[in-house]
């Protein structure tokens, strides 16, 4: 199969393997290829980054690249697949000196059908360190309303430190987010600020006073889509680790003030790990 005959329907519409080892090879071979987009964490988990940045970035205009990202991902220690990520938007950082050739790069891996390349985009806007938080906010958006849920978990990731480090500037940027109708680019902002988080650092500030989240907590503290829900309750479940007291109350005030069943769903399961204790 070369890269412009068809892809069979029985591969777009495959569910998905159970684990890695699973994975059929054809599947892996339109991976590495950047043809298809995994459907789930097990096939996100067998791209061959190096294979795969052999196919694309040549398409690109970045091929010189190829042999420098090979040499890069060869040289880390612990490969888990998020540094493997960062690994290759590290060296197209390098490779992208200038802010035009930086803007037609982010574009192109925007739109490509791959995630693993979009996720390549989102920690290439990470780590621009010319980039000021509004900028890499604003170009992040559509990467936090991918279609894929890979591409939308690496956005938050990719700007984690950035929010943590300019905690009262990022809260008031994501202001804006929290009341999109969008429920992913919502979820980008209450997933980006959890305190304690998935994969990544605390961040501390929030942590130990979790109130400081409020104005991206209140307008989704009723939110429809369980998407977003979700988000926030795990944003509560980790706030409850270090300020139990302030949990409950919050709580106790919302089913309060909002006695809907998508509150209720979501003080439920923010109070999970003080039922527990």
């Known amino acids: 199969m070369t890269s412009s005959a068809p892809i069979p329907e029985s591969i777009l519409r495959r569910k998905g393997s159970p684990n890695t080892t699973s994975v059929p090879a054809e599947v892996r071979r339109l991976l590495d290829a950047g043809l298809i987009e ?14 795969l940045a052999g196919h694309v970035l040549p398409d690109l205009g970045l091929g010189e690249a190829v042999p420098d990202v ?4 060869r040289q880390l220690d612990k490969p888990t ?18 802010r035009r050739s930086f803007d ?20 290439l806007i990470g780590l621009r ?7 890499k906010l604003t170009l992040i958006r559509p990467f936090a309303a991918d279609p894929n849920m890979g591409v939308r978990e690496c956005a938050w990731m990719a700007v984690r430190e950035d929010i943590a480090t300019q905690l009262s500037d990022a809260i008031r940027l994501l202001e804006s987010f929290v ?28 942590r130990d006073d979790p109130a400081l989240g409020l104005p991206l907590l209140e307008p989704v503290r009723s939110d429809p ?37 998508e509150t209720v769903w979501i003080c439920r399961r923010a109070l999970r790990t003080l039922r527990k204790t």
């Open 225 to 261: 889509a369980r998407y977003v829900q979700n988000s926030v309750a795990n944003w509560l479940n980790d706030a409850s680790k270090s300020q139990p007291d302030w949990v409950q109350q919050l709580c106790r005030r919302w089913e309060r003030e909002s006695p809907t069943p």
């Open 81 to 98: 697949t998020p540094k493997r990520i960062a690994t290759v938007a590290g060296v197209l950082s390098r490779a992208l000196p200038s």
């Open 38 to 51: 995994a459907v789930n964490l097990s096939e996100w988990l067998v791209v061959d980054q190096s294979t």
């Open 104 to 123: 037609q790069a982010l574009t192109a891996l925007q739109r490509h059908r791959s995630d693993v390349v979009r996720t390549w985009g989102c920690h």
């Open 179 to 206: 009341r999109e109708a969008d429920p992913n680019l919502r979820r980008f902002a209450t997933e980006a600020t959890r305190p304690r988080g998935v994969w990544c650092r605390h961040i501390h500030a929030l």
């Open 129 to 135: 360190t010319v980039l000021n938080l509004t900028e």
């Open 70 to 73: 090979a040499a890069a991902l």
